[in-house]
């Protein structure tokens, strides 16, 4: 068996420059914090066999299909289905809940943005996610924790402040107000959307809302390290090169609202911006609705 | 066999796949996925000269486990049974899931039917290429034909067009 190359290592997370710095710890805060009673660990990945095959000790898993979105409709799941979410992961209103996963922290930063929406506070993102944890050689384990659940009590979910509907994306492109298309290039010059004879998850039409930047999400993080670029990274590309603002009314979207949530925490704690939102319709939403305007360079 | 020994099966097939590599002298290569989680496969069939069985069937590919590791799965038992192309294409998507235990995939369908539906893709192509060839088209011709329905089906512009629509 091979042992992993250590990733390079970086920046202290205080030194970074970032605008909330308390939503990111280390692999290195993770490993000191493993038996602490009052964090808990919270994996969420792409491959939702990853957390089966091996975890940080302690961790539990919140999967985005099966806990986080509504059975039936298009939609998160309800306040009361969400307090059994955390009774039965032992979360507490005490509780520091620290998510990390697979694909740069894009589930990740998902659930902390759904845990957000119920105003969760005490939320943090392990910075550099599962694959800086494993490449350092860290111990994963697959014994299934079982917490004892309390008597936790969540507000209804206020979706107003972070997260953006078709209606509102509307007013966007009316109001030329900042969009941020987080896909691939090629998913927002409207190229290929799916490959020939694959299950269309995709969309009837391509290419982008009109007005909006592309910036794909992953620009955030560095590739060597998996951890985010420090603020000053992230301020040339979204302030100098894209011309955001930290004042600016953004949204942000891709196609189901996964990598856009990266984006959303990126903007939001990383560098500050007072007022962004997911619109975690996304493409799905807006390349199969009608008459919905759509631009293609 | 239990959720554990299955997710063990998957893990294994996905780390060590089987029937890995392209397969020489394929009649047919075809890819799927969905790039947009990462999930590819390309799929090569051989079928039994002048029969309608499968020979051999191997892959390429990248993805989650659930993705590799269920096409590897289904690549070994299609290279034990050799199945023929008509019981290929009535193969269901519940008994591959079931197949692979739906309190391990059920979340993740997309990926565990990822590996059966481009193998009944490549055997729908197999079969129209087989029916051109016996109205007496040639090689060149079944190509280019195939290079317009793909590009008539999902263009460049990523705008796909409903059976029977006209070019402006």
Known sequence: MTTPKAPPSVAPIADRGYAHPEVLVSTDWVADHLDDPAVRLVESDEDVLLYDIGHVPGAVKVDWVADLNDPVIRDYLDRVRFEQLLRSNGIGDDTTVVFYGDRNNWWATYAFWVFRLFGMGRLAVMDGGRARWEEEGRPLVSAVPSYIGGDVRVGERQDRAIRAFREDVLGHVAAQKPLVDVRSPEEYRGERLHMPDYPNEGALRGGHIPGAASVPWARAVNPETHTFRPASELEAIYQQEQGLGRDDDVIAYCRIGERSSHTWFVLTYLLGFAQVRNYDGSWTEWGNSVRAPIERP | ?168
């Open chain 2, 1 to 168: 066999m239990d959720r554990e020994a299955r997710i063990a099966l998957l893990v294994d097939h996905a780390q060590r796949p089987r029937h890995a590599g392209p397969l020489a002298d394929a009649d047919v290569r075809v890819p799927g996925g969905n790039p947009g989680c990462g999930d590819l496969i390309t799929v090569y069939l051989k079928v039994e000269p002048g029969g309608d069985r499968l020979a051999a069937a191997s892959f390429e590919g990248a993805g989650c486990t659930i993705s590799q590791g269920s096409t590897s799965l289904l690549l070994n038992r299609l290279n034990k049974d050799h199945p023929t192309l008509g019981e290929l294409l009535d193969s269901s998507y519940d008994e591959m899931i079931d197949f692979l235990g739906r309190d391990v995939v059920g979340s993740r369908l997309s990926c565990a039917t990822l590996a059966l539906g481009t193998i009944k893709a490549g055997v729908r192509r197999l079969l129209t290429d087989r029916r051109l060839r016996a109205a007496g088209k040639s090689e060149e011709e079944i190509r280019r034909l195939r290079s317009a329905l793909e590009e008539y089906a999902h263009p460049a512009s990523g705008v796909p067009r409903a059976a029977g629509a006209e070019d402006a």
